[in-house]
């Protein structure tokens, strides 16, 4: 069984690609010149909800989508403003993934490689930009901005790694690796032209970054 279900509105541009059986799409267009491309791969791999849709609501918006496995979803996908991008994929299994844009000129990517990873993105402002890489298994990662020209750089790898990263304020940047198991990264940046650049390798590192101007 197969499902996918678009609306759209004034001159919006939409290309679906789905192969194997119980795939699911669910995606609202609203404005103009917004762009949404998605691949399914798999069984039983779903971007947005019946009832809760992937949304494009602007200008010149884009995302690309694309799912190869199991049971891998999309969530939540809300592009609010002008020439927004998201680019997601994920490989494997039971990974999850959420991107919300509000403003204009936000970059999200997230790449999901392993079983059971998720990742929540928030941006809330202009010309922000997320990076997200997760190989492996049951990593997490939630990356919020808000502000203008901020830059979260992130990956995870092995197995069980936590990020949780906040940015309020303008041109802040965080560039964070883990690689191993169990390890945690809290961060928070309040203000302007704050710089974190952290790495983490081994088993149980636990760090906390709090930068404020």
Do not use: C, W
């Amino acid at each position: 069984m197969k499902k996918l279900l678009l609306s759209a509105a004034i001159m919006a541009l939409a290309s679906t690609s789905v192969m194997a059986d119980s795939n699911e799409v669910y995606m609202d267009q609203v404005g103009a010149l917004n762009s949404f491309n998605s691949s399914q791969t798999g069984d039983y791999n779903t971007i947005g909800r019946n009832g809760s849709p992937a949304r494009q609501n602007g200008v010149a918006n884009y995302a690309d989508l694309d799912q190869t496995g199991y049971r891998n979803d999309i969530r939540e996908l809300f592009q609010i403003g002008d020439r927004n991008k998201v680019d997601i994929d994920q490989y494997g299994a039971r990974n999850s993934a959420s991107a919300h844009q509000y403003g204009d000129d936000n970059q999200t990517t997230v790449s999901q490689t392993g079983r059971g990873n998720d990742a929540y993105t928030k941006q809330v402002g202009d010309d922000n930009k997320i990076i997200l890489d997760q190989y492996g298994y049951y990593n997490h990662a939630y990356a919020e901005q808000r502000g203008d020209d901020n830059l979260i750089d992130a990956d995870q790898s092995i197995l069980g790694n936590k990020l949780a990263a906040r940015q309020f304020g303008d041109d802040n940047t965080l560039l964070s690796s883990q690689h191993g198991a169990f390890n945690k990264v809290d961060s928070r940046q309040s203000g302007n032209l704050n710089v974190a650049n952290l790495h983490q390798h081994g088993v149980g590192n636990h760090a906390i970054i709090n930068q404020t101007n």
